[in-house]
């Protein structure tokens, strides 16, 4: 299954040729060039800062298996902010999506989010530096080339996050651009306040290693550690309940046929058992 990735900063800069274009040679110097431009601009400074801070990171990140959404997304909001914690101590964390999955609202679809630890307001009468929350959703929307994230930041304190969710004043560019549904960046909200409260639940989340790895026998701390020398800094969310065997009913699909694969044709997909490996695995010969 193939995931959705974070495009970083650094990289779509340089892939516009803005580098050499403006003689900038790191990601320090760009992050230095773009606070100096934006410097009352809170949604360019929170997004740099998970930007920057993920990268020195190691780019740590969840992959979210779709069925285990349903599941995730029925948080109350009702709860405490101060009772939401980086998960395993991670203040900067991505959440990735694959294709085919539910959190999305008519062609509006969340591709990924990032989650940051970091300082932010209790209110906008003053200035009192709170533990906060900032959530950047990813839907696929660009301008010249350059990723446009929704934000919410908001307090966790000891009030509810519903109401802690409209404590900060609305950034002028709310209105600009595609326009996210409330009801999707809440279910986006509450998917990443439940990741936070599943800490380190081995039932559901499990380190990811190599590709090549995967069927070798051995330390498989080993070979998570492995990983991470390589770069690869991940944990999978519900993919062991996406492996349980189910029946799929025989449905239409959209094929593409002919020299090229260029001619659309609808057929009928056979039934069939999906995971069918998997019920090799359930043991029988109880029955009395």
Same mark, same amino acid.
Request: charge should be positive; hydrophobic fraction near 40%; aromatic fraction near 10%.
């Given at each position: 299954m193939k995931f959705y990735d974070y495009r970083d900063t650094w990289t779509f800069f340089k892939k516009l040729h803005l580098d050499k274009k403006l003689s900038i040679n790191s990601r320090e110097e760009l992050y230095r060039y773009i606070l100096s431009r934006t410097t009352n601009d809170p949604i360019s400074f929170r997004h740099l800062t998970f930007d920057k801070r993920w990268i020195e990171d190691k780019r740590p990140y969840y992959d979210v298996y779709p069925s285990i959404i349903p599941m995730l997304i029925k948080l109350n909001l009702?709860?405490?902010?101060?009772?939401?914690?980086?998960?395993?101590?991670?203040?900067?964390? %991505?959440?990735?999506?694959?294709? +085919?999955?539910? *959190?999305?609202?008519?062609?509006?679809?969340?591709?990924?989010?990032?989650? #940051?630890?970091?300082?932010?307001?209790?209110?906008?009468?003053?200035?009192?530096?709170?533990?906060?929350?900032?959530v950047g959703i990813d839907i696929g929307e660009?301008?010249?080339?350059?990723?446009?994230?929704?934000?919410?930041?908001?307090?966790l304190d000891e009030r509810p996050i519903e109401d802690t969710l409209t404590a900060l004043r609305v950034h002028d560019s709310f209105k600009t651009g595609v326009q996210v549904p409330n009801d999707l960046v809440n279910k986006s909200i509450k998917l990443?306040?439940? %990741?936070?409260?599943?800490?380190? +639940?081995?039932? *559901?989340?499990?380190?990811?290693?190599?590709?090549?790895?995967?069927?070798? #026998?051995?330390?498989?701390?080993?070979?998570?550690?492995?990983?991470?020398?390589?770069?690869?800094?991940?944990?999978?969310?519900?993919?062991?309940?996406?492996k349980i065997p189910h029946y799929r009913r025989p449905h239409p699909a959209l094929v593409w046929t002919g020299k090229g694969r260029k001619i659309p044709k609808i057929v009928m997909r056979k039934g069939s058992i999906i995971h069918r490996e998997a019920i090799k695995k359930i043991p029988t010969g109880f029955y009395i």
């Open positions: 009702k709860v405490a902010g101060n009772i939401i914690f980086p998960p395993m101590g991670m203040h900067n964390l %991505l959440i990735r999506f694959p294709e +085919n999955h539910i *959190l999305c609202s008519g062609d509006v679809k969340v591709r990924t989010i990032f989650l #940051s630890f970091q300082k932010c307001n209790r209110d906008t009468k003053q200035i009192n530096l709170e533990n906060g929350l900032v660009e301008y010249l080339s350059i990723p446009i994230f929704t934000l919410r930041i908001f307090p990443c306040l439940t %990741l936070c409260l599943l800490e380190n +639940n081995s039932e *559901l989340i499990k380190p990811e290693i190599l590709t090549k790895d995967q069927y070798k #026998s051995g330390d498989f701390n080993r070979l998570v550690a492995k990983a991470r020398r390589r770069g690869k800094f991940g944990f999978s969310i519900g993919k062991e309940i996406e």
